[in-house]
Nanobody, 127 residues
């Protein structure tokens, strides 16, 4: 069982920045690929970014150049630095853990690949 706890959400003006963090339980965090997803009211969950167990990073086109995902295996945390925020980034942001290490598909945007999810943290960007 892996527990994930997000933090760092809040209210920010358009053009501002926020840094989300996700703390994971367990002694094998370094073996997980860690993703971030968002869900806006009335919309489906969307992929944001992933950092694989091998430190490869993947981003949704909508956040490339604005968001940066990173991990610290010593602290069992994954972070999402969000810059140049837009009102359309407003959503609940979730971190997720993928346990399998043999995935070679190259597309980490499918939620079904992830085994554990956090409770989410609200990000609101005002115009």
């Amino acid at each position: 069982q892996v527990q994930l706890v997000e933090s760092g959400g809040g209210l920010v003006q358009a053009g501002g920045s926020l840094r989300l963090s996700c703390a994971a339980s367990g002694r094998t965090f370094s073996r997980y690929s860690m993703g971030w997803f968002l869900q806006a009211p009335g919309k489906k969950r969307e992929f944001v970014a992933t950092v694989s167990w091998s430190y490869r990073t993947y981003y949704a086109d909508s956040v490339k150049g604005r968001f940066t995902v990173s991990r610290d295996n010593a602290k069992n945390t994954v972070s999402l630095q969000m810059d140049s925020l837009k009102p359309e980034d407003t959503a609940v942001y979730y971190c997720a853990a993928m346990l399998r290490r043999d995935y070679t598909g190259g597309d980490y945007s499918t939620g079904a690949l992830y085994d554990y999810w956090g409770q989410g943290t609200q990000v609101t960007v005002s115009s």
